[in-house]
């Protein structure tokens, strides 16, 4: 395998085209919602083999895509067999969540100021496809002797990455040995949190708003619930994670509808709860109690029913024996790339890396990107990412995965 610097040097080289695949990723819209992927799987499987690189297209089937909210999702894997060796995936997500409003410059356009390029998706996570792309171009390059490297593009991660990872090893379409999934450039991230999202659906009787007493309201019961539910919550902050970066668990209830009319007792209301999991906690147990807690404060509501649906159990990312390798190798190699410490960390979101570790694959995050979330606007307006990390992430991970697959099993 060629040395540091003629890896170095061929990743110069091949900078203009690296960022030219990210503007086209960002250029191509993969908006989830509305979930109708497959038209950017197609993009960006032309844009793959334009580099010479092989790409299978893996479509999810029409129903399997409606019952979990979402159009279209083609998944792809990219295989490269250099010898005989351990398998090692790279995974990103070509999924991205809507604009939404505040934008200083167009969303699609991928536009450059000042050393970063802004763009809907452009750090969460297309940068990472495009990191990852030439990982595998510059370790053909390199001469990489041992093993096997697979780069996995999956669509669903902003709808719980049942239809990406999960799908893709359900269906034994890659058995990895290690998986690197979607992170940023000045961390490597061991563990993170697991989710839990509850639909709490109220039924009472609807009644004329002159005669209210006629009706049971259901938004009366539901505000009863939720002020039970948010005095329950700080009790939280009693409870720590010990991973760095991670925290207290948390709830939030993001999302209320109901009603008929300014002028009707609303005989219907549905919210929708966001519990984050610590690593520590045991997602069976938190969704046993919270679901046990919120059916007794709403069995003290005379007239109003209750209804508990689970839309979500996403299990924390904890480490497995093994990811400390790749942690331990992608800081080293980090660190004289960026000329800094490059620390392990925890975060209290949850990604498509859990489903990885869930097949009892060394899985750490590890990718293109700023310091944080808040840095590169993840999620917001004027999402973006600093192209010198680009750059030096590719780097990192060209000389990390060399050496873990060099070395073998």
């Not at 996570?125 to 096997?148: E, H, Q, V």
């Not at 009472?204 to 329950?232: C, F, I, K, N």
């Not at 519990?275 to 404060?297: D, G, K, S, Y």
Request: glycine fraction near 10%; proline fraction near 6%; charge should be negative.
């Amino acid at each position: 395998m060629k040395s540091a610097a003629e890896i170095t040097a061929f990743l110069d080289a091949q900078r203009e085209r690296q960022e030219a695949l990210l503007a086209e990723l960002v250029r191509t819209p993969s908006d989830n919602p509305p979930g109708d992927c497959a038209p950017h799987a197609a993009r960006t499987q032309s844009l793959l083999e334009a580099l010479g690189l092989a790409v299978a297209a893996h479509p999810v089937p029409e129903a399997e895509c409606q019952a979990a909210g979402m159009r279209s999702v083609t998944n792809l894997i990219v295989r490269e067999r250099f010898g005989p060796g351990s398998t090692l995936v790279l995974n990103a997500h070509g999924d991205a969540v809507p604009p939404g409003e505040g934008w200083s410059a167009d969303p699609y356009g991928a536009e450059v100021r000042e050393g970063w390029m802004l763009g809907r998706g452009v750090a969460v996570s297309k940068s990472d496809i495009a990191a990852y792309a030439f990982t595998l171009l510059a370790l053909r390059d390199a001469g990489l002797a041992r093993g096997t490297v697979e780069l996995h593009v999956t669509y669903d991660e902003e709808a719980g990455g049942r239809l990406g990872p999960q799908w893709l090893l359900t269906h034994g379409l890659t058995q990895p040995d290690y998986a690197i999934c979607a992170g940023f450039s000045y961390a490597v991230v061991t563990a993170h949190n697991g989710c839990l999202h509850l639909e709490l659906s109220f039924h009472g009787v609807s009644a004329h708003a002159a005669e209210p007493e006629q009706g049971r309201d259901a938004l009366e019961a539901a505000t009863m619930v939720l002020a039970s539910l948010y005095a329950h919550r700080r009790g939280y902050t009693r409870i720590r994670s010990a991973t760095p970066g991670i925290g207290s668990p948390t709830l939030v209830a993001g999302l209320i509808s109901g009603g008929t009319n300014t002028n009707v007792v609303p005989d219907r209301v549905t919210v929708r709860l966001d519990r984050r999991i610590i690593p520590e906690e045991q997602p069976e147990r938190v969704q046993r109690e919270l679901t046990e807690f919120i059916q007794r404060t709403a069995a003290l509501i005379p007239g109003v029913s209750c209804e508990v649906r689970c839309i979500l159990s996403a299990a924390p990312l904890k480490p497995l024996i093994g990811a400390e390798r790749l942690a331990t190798v992608l800081q080293r190699h980090g660190g004289v790339v960026l000329g800094e410490s490059i620390p392990t960390r925890g975060l209290p979101l949850y990604t498509d890396a859990r489903h990885y570790a869930a097949a009892g694959i060394p899985t750490v995050l590890y990718g293109a990107g700023p310091r944080s979330l808040a840095e590169a606007n993840a999620h917001r307006a004027d999402e973006r990412l600093k192209l010198d990390d680009l750059a030096r992430a590719t780097r990192v991970l060209t000389l990390a995965v060399g050496e873990v697959l060099g070395q073998g099993a």
